[in-house]
């Protein structure tokens, strides 16, 4: 069976991997913990461990059981104490955490209650604290206030140098695929990557270095992004070698929806620039992979997990590379 490195955080990454597990596929999820908000900020403050909020995103979407499981550890407290706006599966990751001693033992004792399709594996077990430096020099202390900061985002990096395990380069070392995530671009998916060894160690493996791209611009991230920003972008975080295949939408997304998220959200399409996208990454897999589900665009995820699951072979069985 091929492995399947894939790096990320949040919503996107949790798509991915509901698709991708449906195939004959060794998965290893690495997962962003720098998440400073909400539910998730609270109990890193109180509790000085890491941020749980994707990971537990992550942990349904790799679950067998997910669709038992999906409500109960996403249910969110609504009270006037101390458990209001905090969610079942945070709590009971911060408490498998403590019985274990650390959040990656924590994650492992969760998987075999979820019964896990994968493995999940924290970029780091130290708390560190994201910091974007936006265009005109202001320096933004946290995820969340990240996201929030209406200014343009130069780079991002970590207040200290994070302390990688062996086990996470190990697999990276292992892999078939790496599979960049579509998510939040500068807040989920580059914080996977600020790290040498990490780097160092997909510079070395023979894996082939894909990239899923967002459906749609990030409101004070990605703000008229195409394609090709999106790639430029990890390609600036990433060493010697570069994003190689890159799957995008091709269909025009247009209509009421379309325009909701344009007004309410500030999100618009992402645009594939086909030239300039081939100019930064060789390979591009484009495919109708828009769906809408619950009065929200998604990936299709099936197809998604397909078009991946296609690059496990020495010659793609896909007819979608332009």
Same mark, same amino acid.
Do not use: W
């Given at each position: 069976?091929?492995?399947?490195?894939?790096?990320?955080?949040?919503?996107?990454?949790?798509? @991915?991997?509901?698709?991708?597990?449906?195939?004959?596929?060794?998965?290893?999820?690495?997962?962003?913990?720098?998440?400073?908000?909400?539910?998730?900020?609270?109990?890193?403050?109180?509790?000085?461990?890491?941020?749980?909020?994707?990971?537990?995103?992550?942990?349904?979407?790799?679950?067998?059981?997910?669709?038992?499981?999906?409500? @109960?550890?996403?249910?969110?407290?609504?009270?006037?104490?101390?458990?209001?706006?905090?969610?079942?599966? /945070?709590?009971? @990751?911060?408490?498998?955490?403590?019985?274990?001693?650390?959040?990656?033992?924590?994650?492992?004792?969760?998987?075999?209650?979820?019964?896990?399709?994968?493995? $999940?594996?924290?970029?780091? +077990?130290?708390?560190?604290?994201?910091?974007?430096?936006?265009?005109?020099?202001?320096?933004?202390?946290?995820?969340?206030?990240?996201?929030?900061?209406?200014?343009?985002?130069?780079? $991002?990096?970590?207040?200290?140098?994070?302390?990688?395990?062996?086990?996470?380069?190990?697999?990276?070392?292992?892999?078939?695929?790496?599979?960049?995530?579509?998510?939040?671009?500068?807040?989920?998916? $580059?914080?996977?990557?600020?790290?040498?060894?990490?780097?160092?160690?997909?510079?070395?493996?023979?894996?082939?270095?894909?990239?899923?791209?967002?459906?749609?611009?990030?409101?004070?991230?990605?703000?008229?992004?195409?394609?090709?920003?999106?790639?430029?972008?990890? /390609?600036?975080?990433?060493?010697?070698?570069?994003?190689?295949?890159?799957?995008?939408?091709?269909?025009?997304?247009?209509?009421?929806?379309? /325009?909701?998220?344009?007004?309410? +959200?500030?999100?618009?399409?992402?645009? @594939?620039?086909?030239?300039?996208?081939?100019?930064?990454?060789?390979?591009?897999?484009?495919?109708?992979?828009?769906?809408?589900?619950?009065? $929200?665009?998604?990936?299709?995820?099936?197809?998604?997990?397909?078009?991946?699951?296609?690059?496990?072979?020495?010659?793609?069985?896909?007819?979608?590379?332009?």
């Amino acid at each position: 069976m091929k492995k399947a490195v894939v790096f990320g955080g949040g919503t996107g990454m949790s798509y @991915l991997l509901k698709g991708l597990k449906e195939y004959p596929v060794d998965i290893t999820a690495v997962v962003s913990v720098c998440d400073d908000g909400g539910s998730t900020g609270i109990l890193r403050d109180e509790f000085n461990i890491l941020a749980v909020g994707d990971i537990r995103k992550v942990l349904i979407s790799l679950s067998k059981g997910e669709g038992d499981f999906e409500k @109960l550890l996403n249910y969110r407290f609504t009270s006037d104490g101390t458990l209001n706006k905090h969610t079942v599966g /945070n709590i009971l @990751l911060t408490a498998s955490a403590e019985i274990t001693g650390s959040m990656s033992r924590g994650i492992k004792t969760l998987s075999k209650v979820l019964n896990l399709n994968g493995r $999940v594996i924290p970029f780091t +077990e130290d708390v560190i604290t994201l910091i974007g430096e936006m265009e005109d020099g202001e320096i933004v202390r946290g995820e969340h206030f990240i996201t929030e900061c209406p200014k343009k985002i130069k780079k $991002v990096y970590y207040d200290k140098k994070p302390t990688i395990s062996k086990e996470l380069i190990n697999e990276i070392y292992d892999a078939d695929l790496i599979i960049f995530s579509m998510g939040s671009l500068f807040t989920s998916l $580059v914080p996977t990557l600020l790290s040498s060894e990490i780097t160092r160690a997909i510079d070395e493996s023979h894996a082939k270095l894909i990239y899923s791209c967002n459906l749609f611009t990030q409101p004070g991230e990605t703000d008229d992004y195409k394609v090709s920003d999106h790639i430029k972008v990890i /390609n600036e975080y990433l060493n010697k070698r570069k994003v190689e295949y890159v799957i995008v939408n091709n269909r025009p997304i247009i209509g009421e929806l379309a /325009n909701k998220y344009a007004t309410e +959200e500030q999100k618009d399409p992402v645009i @594939l620039d086909l030239e300039e996208t081939k100019k930064v990454c060789p390979n591009v897999i484009a495919d109708n992979l828009v769906i809408r589900e619950n009065g $929200v665009y998604r990936h299709d995820y099936f197809k998604l997990g397909y078009l991946i699951f296609s690059l496990t072979f020495d010659k793609t069985f896909t007819d979608d590379i332009v």
